[in-house]
């Protein structure tokens, strides 16, 4: 199947152009013109996304649970031709898209069965105490209700699973949330044949067809319109903590201000305890190159920073890294916009007195290196800048002189999606005063493992203390994510006619 892209935005079962035409730029193969998103057509899918939630937020979980698997359906039914496109736009391999297209079907099949189960409704039900003095008590009924339209930010580093119909938007349409996606210019062929996927299966089960809508690249004006539009009611954001600072302050500026959910990265540091890096020093340091190179390190969950305690097991541990790391041939990055920002990300490590290169490359054009770099845990917590990310393939050696040290240095951090700890039996004690800390800097404390890589699962938590995410509370990856979209109403006195079906089965 060959994908010719229509180039044009999808508005509520409408195929419409913009204001002209912006170029894509793919990493190979051929170009092709896309429609210019403009406030009128943000106006225009929020509108129908109103329209649609008076139906759809009111249907069953049994006819969004049948919608969410057409759409998975209607995925699968173009995995070549999704695969050939977002290779081209994003230099991803095939084997990776195919990953990540299984990841997305998978992340809707599995909350179509999660809504089913009902189980994330929390009903609770306070039965009437009429005989009770000195005043009677009524029935009161709780549930959790959908918040309304939902509006999602495509993401660059992940086309597909958070994306057009990735985490967020699965979320929402579970809940019973219409979306209108903001998609991402780097990859919009992608998400045009996505959202194509999305329209057949509105057709397929009879949805109404304001339910899902993709607004294609265009001026800052067109993401803020969507995040200030009245009938927005909650957001969805994977991205850069300087394009989510702004959107998040957009929201909460709003006459009425609504929740933000943005996933804005982190460095998620590693700590080596010394009994396991005198054990593995020089598997850990091959495991980390592994991780740290991993899609070009653009990983939200690219663990950036190792924190050893000084001494010959930390020297075993950096030469086995830089070893590995120096076998890894450039790698395409995703735009030429996150090449650059990777370049100036190096130089910014480079140029600091505070830092040692212990293996420096040279990137250029679209291709990333890995770079390694050492410094003190000293030096560290005095140059707050060594502790942001650089999204690539880039990783930090920090020494420190003692487990205590060690500990200071942890609760020196921001907030982190992840932290991990590497141990052994006799590490026990250390680690046990350390993973109190962790759990306050982190949404997903990790033992002997690498972050890369997260579980669609009902346990999972991607999330954290800002800056990692701007509500700490919640998850953008799992089933609990769901709660995002939800909010709690409850009924006194109802009469079992009149309660949501949701009560009832």
Same mark, same amino acid.
């Given at each position: ?15 419409? @152009? ?20 403009? *406030?009128?057509?943000?106006? %225009? ?14 249907? !069953? ?51 179509? &069965? ?11 039900? @306070? ?20 918040v309304g339209p939902v509006a999602v930010f495509g993401a660059s580093n992940f086309p597909l699973a ?17 979306? *209108? ?17 999305? &329209? ?10 304001? *339910? ?6 265009? !001026? ?9 539009? $009245? ?9 850069? +903590? ?11 500026? %709003?006459?009425? $201000? ?8 982190? *460095? ?8 396991? +890096? ?21 990983f939200c969950t690219n663990p950036g920073i190792a924190v050893v305690i000084e001494g010959a097991d930390? @020297? ?26 990777? #370049? ?14 212990? +293996? ?11 770079? /390694? ?20 393939? =880039? ?13 200071? =240095? ?13 141990? @052994? ?8 005063? /350390? #993973? ?14 690498? $972050?890369t890589g997260v579980e669609v699962v009902d346990s999972m938590v991607h999330g954290g203390p800002y ?8 998850? !953008? ?5 769901? %709660? %995002?979209?939800? #909010? ?18």
């Open positions: 199947m060959i994908f010719t892209p229509k180039g044009k935005h999808l508005v509520a079962g409408e195929w419409l @152009d913009g204001a002209g035409t912006f170029a894509s730029a793919p990493a190979h193969g051929p170009a092709h013109d896309f429609a210019v998103g403009t *406030v009128e057509l943000v106006n %225009r899918a929020c509108e129908a996304a109103e329209e649609a939630f008076w139906t759809y937020g009111y249907s !069953s979980r049994k006819e969004r649970a049948a919608f969410l698997r057409a759409i998975a359906d209607e995925i699968e039914a173009r995995a070549e031709a999704i695969t050939e496109i977002g290779s081209q736009e994003t230099g991803l391999p095939e084997a990776r898209l195919n990953g990540e297209r299984g990841r997305t079907t998978g992340q809707l099949r599995l909350f179509a &069965d999660h809504i089913e189960k009902g189980d994330y409704l929390d009903r609770r039900v @306070d039965a009437a105490m009429p005989e009770r003095q000195p005043a009677p008590r009524q029935e009161i009924r709780l549930v959790q209700r959908p958070f994306s057009t119909a990735g985490g967020d938007t699965a979320a929402a349409l579970a809940a019973g949330c219409p979306v *209108v996606v903001k998609g991402h210019s780097a990859h919009p062929g992608t998400g045009e044949i996505v959202a194509e996927a999305v &329209d057949a299966a509105i057709r397929k089960t009879g949805v109404h067809p304001g *339910v899902f809508s993709l607004i294609q690249g265009g !001026s800052r004006d067109v993401g803020h319109a969507l995040v200030q539009h $009245p009938h927005i009611k909650a957001v969805g954001f994977t991205g850069s +903590l300087a394009g989510g600072r702004a959107l998040f302050d957009l929201c909460a500026a %709003r006459p009425e $201000p609504i929740p933000f959910f943005g996933e804005l990265g982190s *460095v998620n540091p590693m700590f080596l305890l010394p009994e396991a +890096l005198k054990a593995r020093a020089e598997t850990l340091g091959q495991g980390w190159a592994g991780s740290l190179t991993m899609g070009a390190g653009q930390a @020297d075993r541990f950096t030469t086995a890294a830089v070893e590995a790391l120096a076998k890894v041939a450039p790698q395409t990055m995703l735009t030429d916009g996150i090449a650059k920002a990777y #370049r100036d990300g190096q130089a910014r490590f480079a140029t600091r007195n505070a830092v040692k290169p212990l +293996l420096a490359t040279e990137s250029s054009g679209r291709d990333a290196s890995p770079n /390694l770099f050492e410094t003190t845990g000293a030096q560290f917590l005095a140059d707050h800048a060594l502790g942001e990310e650089v999204f690539g393939p =880039l990783g930090l050696v920090v020494r420190v002189g003692s487990p205590a040290e060690m500990e200071e =240095l942890a609760r020196g951090f921001q907030g982190q999606l992840t932290a991990t700890i590497h141990m @052994d039996a006799g590490d026990l004690e250390t680690a046990r005063r /350390l #993973r109190p800390v962790l759990e306050r800097k982190a949404g997903r404390v990790l033992v002997n493992g690498f $972050p800056p990692a995410s701007t509500n700490f509370g919640a998850t !953008s990856v799992g089933t609990m994510s769901i %709660r %995002r979209f939800l #909010r709690p109403v409850a009924y006194q006195n109802m009469p079992e006619d009149l309660l949501p079906e949701d009560f009832l089965g």
